[in-house]
């Protein structure tokens, strides 16, 4: 399947995981840009933000996890991150810490919040649809990750 059928084929948790992959490149660039100059409490939110990007790209791209050298625990854990629910909580989790950094000053943070409340609404639609979860082939789902090992 290529990623324009992917695309097309009205699967939200498709679009949630695309979604997600830009808010790694998001999360890691907002992340960097507001630790320079900015008060102590933003450079905090910023360092979240940051660490959210790496967290994220083991969630959406489940090849890493067999490729890059990670603890058993951790493995675990993002494992656990299977179900369209439990995506569109963590993404949900993510998103309000970075609202809630706008309480202190309106930063680009706020482009974080938003692409990651958009990955939990398409999250949480694919479960209120009866979607399964379908990983993205182009991201290393559905026995991609079988044919490397």
């Known amino acids: 399947m290529t990623l324009s059928e992917e695309l097309k084929s009205r699967n939200f948790s498709i679009y949630g995981q695309w979604t997600g992959v830009l808010c790694i490149f998001i999360c890691f660039a907002v992340g960097i840009a507001n630790i320079i100059l900015q008060p102590i409490l933003i450079i905090a939110f910023s360092i979240v933000c940051l660490c ?4 994220i790209i083991f969630i959406e791209i ?4 067999r490729i890059c ?6 493995d675990s854990i993002i494992r656990r991150v299977t179900t369209n629910y439990m995506r569109a909580g963590v993404y949900l989790a993510m998103s309000a810490v970075q609202w809630a950094s706008l309480a202190k000053a309106i930063t680009s943070l706020i ?5 990651l409340l958009l990955a939990a609404i ?10 399964g979860f379908v990983g993205s ?3 290393g789902g559905q026995g991609v990750a079988q044919m490397i090992v």
Do not use: D, H, V
């Open 52 to 55: 959210s990007s790496f967290i």
């Open 62 to 65: 489940p090849l890493l996890l």
């Open 69 to 74: 050298p990670t603890s058993s625990k951790f």
């Open 111 to 115: 482009a974080a919040a938003i692409l």
């Open 122 to 131: 398409f999250y949480a639609l694919a479960g209120l649809k009866g979607q």
């Open 137 to 139: 082939k182009t991201l």
